[in-house]
């Protein structure tokens, strides 16, 4: 599919813009130890106290550093225009501790959407515009992507970057330039300053080199008949050894521009391997998962099926064309990616599961890099039907002819829009329509990790007299997000001094601190509540009042796509897979 370049990169522009707007547009935020931890840092940054910028193993540098200076020039600024900048991003009713977490998600989110951009820069280098294209768009609207970039926290950030540093590497090692395996070793140094499972790059990336050593010996072997030992011995030195300890070495890079490693570099760096230790053997976390509660390790089959239903099925579908084109009826003037690094690519999802599976503490966030490579993998399977399709047309015929494959893959990237926008600003309670939706997955994993609903809750409270007087009870960890959008009091124990009680199905799945909600819960049974979230047809969120009036006409909030999308999910398998039979057939294969 050919393209000019000024509109390639105004579609890239675009999906910059898009991308920017939906990671902070109305953000909500679980976790708060990040917001606490990056203020830290940038204050011991502004006293010069090097020490104070070490402040947990994981280390978390990069999203401290990002959002930190992001919370700082928030609170600095004075003028009205100025604060607009910021302010846009969340509704009137946010606190000021709301607009804090907001400025420093704007700042990651302006950093992950430079990212995917950066990332489609470097497919267009491996492969061409539709790749790069596709990549772009399906990355941009990846609803489990999108929505832990709405977070501050650390995933979505070490994600963006652990892929643009193997897709560097690939590019690299195909076009034979150093500057890439370069690049690819200080981006990977990034990742490692941002999270510890990012060390994965480091047998990846010797991975990759053996497989292109191995691809360079088989060609070359029968060449060297004579003085086979001396020669294996410097393919290996230059194919493997040497740019594995020149990408270790930009890797190590990035640690001299934290201060901490001035100081104490032992210090620091005896933490974060107590971290990854921790990783192996601490699993302190309760987790649901196919109907029930793990208080330890949950099966190995958690990861893989997270994966599924947080993907879009869209992603899923194909992924699994790209898997047919490159073992079923692969052409090799006509693969979207050389075979090496797609398969490559297929290692990277898999081992990291494989990684993040023996470890015990185990968070349905911790996958999202492998879920990220997926969308890489989705992109290469979408360009392979474009291609196929163009082939099978010959680019005869009428202007609509011509014009089909571009129209394919407009279609696709706008089919994964569609897919995530109805949940706006909820994308996380999304789950693969293919599989059933919510209805299927509330029974087989955790819907809501980020409080999904919790803003439309807000909302409504903030139109009841005296808002900010009100005393709202919550279940565990939902108060995390609610504070971000209601000023009032939000105790954890829940009693009759309350004027409402926040209930979330999170906290329901996976039992949490019962004795402080559980009573009250219970109580409610068979009374309507104020408000109700439904999201897929699943309630997620509702808040009751302890002294209703009489009578009340509940308010119910309803996201998602619904029924509609499951039907409109196998429509899509069955059209992919006809156009993929039609366009075979038509092609000659």
């Known amino acids: 599919m050919t393209m000019s370049r000024k509109v390639s990169m ?37 006293e010069t106290d090097w020490a104070g910028t070490y402040q947990k193993i994981h280390p978390g540098v990069t999203t401290m550093a990002i959002s930190g200076a992001a919370i700082r020039v928030y609170d600095a600024i004075s003028d009205t225009a100025a604060i607009a900048l910021i302010d846009w991003t969340v509704p009137d009713y946010a606190t000021r501790y709301g607009r804090r977490i907001a400025a420093g998600i704007v700042g990651l989110a302006l950093v992950m959407a430079g990212l995917i951009i950066a990332v489609a820069l470097v497919l267009r280098r491996l492969e061409g515009w539709t790749l ?36 560097l590497l690939l590019l690299a090692l195909e076009s034979g330039r150093r500057r890439y395996l370069a690049l690819s070793g200080l981006v990977g140094g990034l990742a490692l300053l941002t999270k510890s499972p990012s060390l994965f790059l480091v047998p990846f990336t010797g991975l990759a080199l053996l497989a292109y050593l191995v691809r360079r010996l088989r060609a070359a072997w029968p060449e060297h008949t004579n003085g086979r030992t001396r020669w294996l011995a410097g393919e290996v030195w230059r194919g493997l050894v040497s740019p594995l300890l020149l990408w270790l070495l930009l890797a190590v890079l990035p640690f001299a521009l934290w201060p901490a490693m001035w100081v104490q570099p032992l210090y620091v760096v005896q933490k974060m391997v107590k971290r990854v230790d921790q990783h192996l053997v601490d699993g302190a976390s309760m987790r649901f998962f196919a109907g029930r509660i793990f208080s330890d390790h949950p099966p190995l089959l958690f990861y893989p099926v997270v994966m599924a239903f947080k993907s ?21 003037d006509a693969l979207p990616l050389p075979p090496v690094p797609f398969w ?49 047309t010959g680019g005869r015929g009428s ?95 829940m009693t009759a001094e309350d004027d409402f009680h926040l209930f979330s199905v999170g906290p329901l799945q996976r039992s949490l601190n019962l004795e402080q909600w559980y009573f009250a819960w219970e109580a409610y049974q068979g009374a309507p509540p104020q408000v109700l979230v439904v999201i897929d047809g699943v309630e997620v969120m509702w808040l009751y009042a302890t002294r209703p009036p009489t009578p009340y006409e509940p308010v119910v909030i309803r996201r998602g796509g619904g029924v509609g999308f499951v039907v409109l999910a196998w429509v899509w398998a069955v059209a992919l897979a006809a156009t993929i039979g039609w366009a075979l057939r038509r092609s000659g294969e």
């Open 10 to 46: 105004g579609v890239l522009v675009a999906l910059f813009v898009v991308a920017l707007f939906l990671r902070a547009y109305r953000p909500v935020s679980r976790p708060d130890q990040w917001f606490d931890r990056s203020k830290a840092f940038t204050r011991a940054l502004a």
């Open 344 to 392: 490559l690519l297929i290692a990277y999802v898999v081992f990291y599961t494989i990684q993040m599976a023996i470890g015990a503490r185990q968070q349905y966030r911790y996958i999202l890099p492998a879920s990220v490579g997926l969308e890489v993998i989705a992109a290469v399977g979408l360009a392979g039907v474009v291609e196929l399709v163009r082939r099978a």
């Open 399 to 493: 202007w609509l002819a011509r014009s089909f494959p571009a129209g394919l893959l407009g279609a696709g990237v706008a089919l994964q829009a569609l897919i995530a926008l109805p949940y706006a600003p909820d994308y996380g309670a999304h789950h693969n329509h293919l599989l059933g939706g919510n209805r299927v997955a509330v029974n087989v994993i955790e819907i809501v990790g980020q409080n999904e609903g919790i803003i439309h809750v807000a909302n409504y409270l903030d139109t009841q007299p005296d808002a900010g007087s009100l005393q709202v009870g919550v279940a565990p960890f939902v108060d995390y997000s609610l504070k971000q959008y209601f000023s009032g009091e939000m105790p954890r124990h």
């Open 312 to 332: 879009s099925f869209l992603t899923l579908t194909l992924v699994l064309a790209a898997l047919g084109q490159y073992t079923l009826w692969r052409k090799r």
């Open 132 to 167: 790069a294209l596709a990549g772009a768009g399906l990355l941009t609207f990846s609803p489990f992507y999108l929505a832990e970039g709405r977070v501050l926290h650390l995933d979505a950030l070490v994600s963006s970057l652990m892929l643009l540093s193997a897709l």
